[in-house]
């Protein structure tokens, strides 16, 4: 990408190293990574089309293999390089948990589930399984569903949950509409499983709903 042919309001490269990459829209965030366009299509109005085209940036970095490559200009490799800044992304924000230290707040415990869960286009449901000083033994993705929803079987929780010699669990499942407004049916099953695993004295702390940009907490609501 040679930002010496483009008008001067449009070099994002030298927008981002003048004034820092907070300066910069959508758009220009996405030609630096594009780099290049496409026969008849700059980098930049390349850049524009796949936001509207996806809705935003969460709409492009979310969007299947499948519905990335029918745009026209886009590939298998530009597909690798954003699921590559996805996951990279996503092992920043995990690294402090991964390490083994303890949950120090909810929102440490909010970032890392948004990290995981906040893109996907159908709804998953998971748990963050902890020792007896909340310290992470492991995150486990436990169900998929589709947009309408995950069947979850506490059976099988409790199976994963006894596996991973936890002594607490917390959960958390995405809204793909965006809302995460939870319903009576997320009440209901976090009532399920916290019984269920009570019977094998593992504790349930919490059960988080992600949407986008927002978090619900079970716990804080009084609902558990």
């Not at 300066?23 to 109005?45: K, N, Q, Y």
């Not at 699921?83 to 920043?92: F, I, T």
Request: neutral net charge; hydrophobic residues 40%; charged residues 25%.
């Amino acid at each position: 990408m040679n930002d010496s042919h483009w008008p001067s309001e449009e070099r994002p490269r030298e927008r981002l190293l003048a004034h820092g990459p907070e300066a910069l829209s959508d758009p220009e965030l996405l030609a630096i990574f594009l780099r290049t366009g496409t026969a008849g299509m700059p980098v930049m109005d390349l850049a524009r089309h796949l936001i509207q085209e996806f809705s935003g940036l969460r709409g492009l970095m979310s969007a299947s293999r499948r519905q990335f490559c029918q745009v026209h200009g886009l590939g298998t490799a530009k597909y690798a390089q954003v699921q590559a800044a996805m996951e990279m992304a996503r092992r920043v924000m995990d690294e402090p948990l991964r390490q083994g230290d303890p949950l120090r707040s909810p929102e440490d415990t909010r970032r890392f589930l948004t990290s995981r869960l906040g893109t996907y286009p159908h709804e998953v449901f998971a748990g963050l399984f902890l020792d007896n000083r909340h310290r992470v033994i492991r995150y486990r993705e436990l169900f998929r569903g589709t947009i309408d929803g995950a069947a979850v079987y506490p059976r099988e929780v409790v199976r994963q949950a006894l596996e991973e010699n936890a002594a607490a669990v917390i959960f958390a499942h995405n809204h793909p509409s965006g809302v995460a407004e939870p319903s009576p049916a997320d009440v209901s099953l976090t009532r399920r499983l916290k019984e269920a695993l009570g019977l094998v004295d593992i504790r349930v702390l919490d059960h988080m709903v992600i949407g986008h940009g927002e978090v619900i907490s079970l716990a804080e609501r009084g609902l558990m």
